[in-house]
């Protein structure tokens, strides 16, 4: 597969990275956002990427949503940073410009492949799982506290040909991987994120303050292991990522702490804002129903109870409607559950 044009749709922190990257790389890329005042310090200052005790700024060409329709030539590589949430509409936004044997790669949370798929077409459909801990409150600057890891794959029907061509462009922005059944790689991914991403976000604290809290870590794993519970009943089998090792064994319980383990020594700082955190922050909603919704959605098609995971959902639903305060006391309403 020969891969030429690229557009990055959706240049938050982890987009932004990205395309940073790639046009490093010397990839032809365009890096597409809908938040004008992000555009607008691309356009003037390039992205700003501060990491592993450096700084680098790279010229990108960045556009804003609107000008996608005076767009003409096809892209190659289609790669979607949107929120979860915004997937179908992305998609729809964007397919008219992915050329006819092109790939689209959803590089999010939560379970977006189907969606990317049925708009798109399976067979230009990869998925990705994405590990890092990454920020973006300045326009344009990205504070990047961990590593960039990816997995890529495509579902069933998708193209099993391009997944390596594609994780070899990845590869100029991180560890890149190929997977051989993406959807359990993202179900694996969404263990860990229903262990950490709301929980902490609901008491309004960095990760490693949120675990610290008395009963937390606790109630964490209580989530990760409802996941891991479910991923099982739905059909996907336990595998390796964030290059875990010597996994496929262990049962959905021993997995889901081997996982929880792993994020908080690799990608934890004393400082690290989950992503639902940082977006709250913004004053934006969060991807809670596409993480702790998607558990509890699924867990009830196969009969199997998730209370840890409906409660974080039913208290993330308070806080994004005014109802309740993001602090640090409702860890005990997560506690005493």
């Keep these: 597969m020969t891969i030429s044009r690229i557009a990055v749709l ?15 790389a010397g990839r032809d890329v365009v890096l597409i956002d809908q938040w004008a005042d992000n555009v607008g310090a ?14 680098t700024t790279t010229p990108v060409r960045a556009h804003h949503l609107s000008d996608i329709a005076t767009f003409r030539e096809p892209f ?15 998609t729809q936004l964007i397919e008219p410009l992915l050329a006819p044997d092109g790939v689209i790669v959803g590089m999010q949370n939560g379970m977006t492949v189907g969606t990317m798929a049925e708009v798109a077409g399976a067979d ?7 590990e890092v801990a990454a920020n973006m409150f300045v326009p344009g600057v990205v504070q990047q506290q961990a590593p960039l890891w990816f997995a890529l794959g495509a579902p069933p029907g ?5 997944d390596a061509d ?9 560890t890149a991987t190929v997977s051989d059944d993406i959807l359990s790689s993202k179900w694996m991914k969404l263990i860990a994120n229903s262990c950490e991403l709301v929980t902490s976000a609901i008491l309004d604290l960095p990760l490693a303050e949120a675990i610290a809290v008395p009963g937390m870590f606790e109630f964490m794993l209580r989530a990760g292991e409802e996941t891991a ?60 129903e596409e993480i702790n919704g998607e558990v509890v959605r699924t867990g009830a098609e196969h009969a199997i109870p998730a209370p840890a995971n ?18 640090p006391s409702n860890a005990e309403l997560m506690v005493r559950s």
């Excluded at 691309?42 to 700084?55: E, Y």
């Excluded at 590589?77 to 949430?85: D, F, N, Q, R, S």
């Excluded at 998708?158 to 391009?162: F, L």
């Excluded at 462009?169 to 991180?174: K, L, N, Q």
């Design 310 to 327: 409906t409660l974080v959902l039913e208290l993330a639903r308070r806080v994004e409607s005014g109802q309740l305060a993001a602090r």
């Design 229 to 288: 519970r479910i991923a099982v009943a739905d059909g996907h089998r336990i595998v390796s990522v964030f290059g875990m090792t010597g996994v496929e064994s262990m049962s959905p319980e021993q997995y889901a702490r081997r996982l929880l383990d792993a994020v908080l020594d690799s990608y934890t700082l004393p400082d690290t804002l989950t992503t639902v955190l940082q977006d709250w922050r913004k004053g934006r909603r969060a991807e809670i």
């Design 42 to 55: 691309m356009r003037a200052g390039g992205v700003v990427v501060h990491a592993a005790g450096r700084t």
């Design 166 to 174: 594609v994780a070899e462009v990845f590869s100029a922005a991180g």
């Design 10 to 24: 959706g240049t938050g922190a982890n987009g932004a990275a990205v395309g940073a990257a790639l046009t490093a």
């Design 158 to 162: 998708g193209p099993q040909d391009r």
């Design 76 to 90: 190659d590589l289609v790669i979607v940073g949107l929120k979860a949430y915004d997937t179908r509409w992305g």
């Design 124 to 130: 230009r459909t990869l998925g990705c799982v994405i």
